[in-house]
């Protein structure tokens, strides 16, 4: 099933992403490089990088979006968590959502159907690397039976401040 709606968000469709939805994508995530520390990035990525980024964003690591009418209101991710072969059944994975859009339950429909993929291309386990301060990133992964396993004291520095970063695990 390569498309789904998803009733925990309305009018909302979960698809696989396409090349046309890169500049969407890239405003979404930009926008929290910008404006948040969900992301440890601190400059805004070009299209030369969404490109790259989409060309390993496919089979065993696909990347999905959130549509309402036209328009991509979220986006997420499998991604290679360590590229140590040992590790090859280990995922993580990411969520954004458009600002203005969040609480609605899209980043709810994106893990959900995150969690249906990756049961199905037989990973073993799904990793979140949420910075400390990102409570309702933490809520969402606990709401869909992630438990913390530890956390990284003051690894990253955005924002003129030291982060923690949590590790979050979600067994398949």
Not at 25 to 43: P, Q
Not at 134 to 157: D, Y
Request: with cysteine; aromatic share 10%.
């Amino acid at each position: 099933m390569d498309e789904q709606k998803s009733a925990t968000s309305g009018e909302v469709l979960i698809r696989t992403a396409e090349r046309k939805d890169l500049p969407a994508i890239a405003e979404i995530y930009n926008h929290y490089v910008l404006h948040s520390t969900c992301t440890f990035a601190t400059e805004p990525e070009d299209a030369a990088y969404w490109n790259k980024w989409f060309e390993k964003h496919t089979g065993l690591h696909p990347a999905i979006v959130a549509e309402r009418g036209r328009e991509v209101v979220g986006w997420g991710t499998l991604s290679t968590w360590n590229s140590r072969c040992a590790y090859r059944q280990t995922v993580e994975n990411s969520v954004y959502v458009r600002e203005g859009c969040r609480r609605g339950g899209i980043g709810i429909a994106l893990m959900e159907e995150l969690i249906r993929r990756a049961r199905e291309l037989r990973h073993r386990v799904i990793i979140a690397q949420i910075a400390g301060d990102q409570a309702a990133s933490e809520e969402l992964h606990r709401r869909m039976g992630f438990r913390k396993v530890g956390v990284l004291e003051g690894v990253g520095f955005k924002f003129e401040q030291w982060l923690d970063v949590a590790l979050w695990q979600l067994q398949l």
